[in-house]
């Protein structure tokens, strides 16, 4: 079965960085585009990112855009987000989800998520 | 970039009773439209797509409709396990965006 797996969140100051991880396994990761997606502490989701199945097509929120940098590795199943110069407003939930491609795509799985924090 | 806000922001409903969501785009959207339910501390799971496709696995009582800028969640009878949050994204132009997400609560 389809299972995405997030890694790497934790405590980080402002300023800092992260880099996060999401392990993908139960489907061809190499076939499908993935995309970022966060929830702020009893808030809504915000689309962060996404990036197509060969990495040569990506998408950034203009919240984090020059910040951020999603990234691919097919061999290895994996997605990554690495996030600089973090501010108080990324701390979130950080979700990893499958996109399946119609129009621009949905998102039809979904990781249990990573909490980032950036406080000092 | 297109809005999508949702209404209400919460609903108070009893097990049985039939339940509809509202979801209004800035601008057309076609029906490239997901509704997605959250439980707290969980990720979001997918229901509808293309506005009224029902996704495997979702039982047969949630519903989906609309086209354009105006669309519907509909859930025929409530059980105890559809109380959570709902959230609709549209997927026709970058930015994919979320509506602000509907609370459905026991009354």
């Known amino acids: 079965q389809v299972q995405l797996v997030e890694s790497g969140g934790g405590l980080v100051k402002p300023g800092g960085s992260l880099r996060l991880s999401c392990a993908a396994s139960?489907?061809?990761?190499?076939?499908?585009?993935m995309s970022w997606i966060r929830q702020a502490p009893g808030k809504g989701l915000e689309w962060v990112s996404y990036?197509?199945?060969?990495?040569?097509?990506?998408y950034y929120a203009d919240s984090v855009k020059g910040r951020f940098t999603i990234s691919r590795d097919n061999a290895k199943n994996s997605l990554y987000l690495q996030m600089n110069s973090l501010r108080a407003e990324d701390t979130a939930v950080y979700y990893c989800?499958?996109?399946?491609?119609?129009?621009?795509?949905?998102?039809?799985?979904w990781g249990q998520g990573t909490l980032v924090t950036v406080s000092s | 970039d297109i809005q999508m806000t949702q209404s209400p922001s919460t609903l108070s409903a009893s097990v049985g009773d039939r339940v509809t969501i509202t979801c209004r785009a800035s601008q057309s959207i076609s029906s490239w439209l997901a509704w997605y339910q959250q439980k707290p501390g969980k990720a979001p799971k997918l229901l509808i797509y293309?506005?009224?496709s029902l996704e495997s696995g979702v039982p047969s009582r949630f519903s989906g409709s609309g086209s354009g800028t105006e669309f519907t969640l509909t859930i025929s009878s409530l059980q105890p396990d559809d109380f959570a949050t709902y959230y609709c994204?549209?997927?026709?132009?970058?930015?994919?965006?979320f509506g602000q997400g509907t609370k459905v609560e026991i009354k």
């Open positions: 139960g489907f061809t990761f190499s076939d499908y585009y």
């Open positions: 989800a499958r996109v399946r491609l119609e129009r621009r795509g949905y998102f039809d799985y």
């Open positions: 990036i197509s199945s060969s990495g040569s097509t990506i």
């Open positions: 293309k506005a009224s």
């Open positions: 994204q549209q997927y026709n132009s970058y930015p994919w965006a």
